[in-house]
Nanobody, 124 residues
Framework: QVRLVESGGGSVQAGGSLRLSCVLS????????MGWFRQAPGKERELVAA????????QYEDSVKGRFTISRDNTKNTVYLQMNSLKPEDTAVYYC?????????????????WGQGTQVTVSS
């Protein structure tokens, strides 16, 4: 059984930084493409960043380009989201998700596995 556990969320002032982590257990991490999604109150869940199984392909939502960086360490079964220059509009619950198909992550299809989410709050 695959389990995804996020950590690293919290409250920060605008301009600050946070680093989210997500550990996958129960399967070979390197089998999966990974994505970070977020959902703000009253809004649909959106893809923030995606990374292929070996890190060779990356994709970012336009509003986070240049501020957020997705990375992975297959030896630690962990995917990261480094978030810099945070803005109040980045406030949301952030979820990591896994799928064997990178295209499914990028195209926001029905992903195989989801974490429980971690809250990020950015104050002005």
């Amino acid at each position: 059984q695959v389990r995804l556990v996020e950590s690293g969320g919290g409250s920060v002032q605008a301009g600050g930084s946070l680093r989210l982590s997500c550990v996958l257990s129960g399967r070979a991490f390197s089998m999966y493409a990974m994505g970070w999604f977020r959902q703000a109150p009253g809004k649909e869940r959106e893809l923030v960043a995606a990374i292929s199984w070996n890190g060779g392909s990356l994709q970012y939502e336009d509003s986070v380009k240049g501020r957020f960086t997705i990375s992975r360490d297959n030896t630690k079964n962990t995917v990261y989201l480094q978030m810099n220059s945070l803005k109040p509009e980045d406030t949301a619950v952030y979820y990591c998700a896994a799928d064997k198909n990178y295209a499914t992550v990028v195209l926001r299809g029905t992903l195989d596995y989801w974490g429980q989410g971690t809250q990020v709050t950015v104050s002005s």
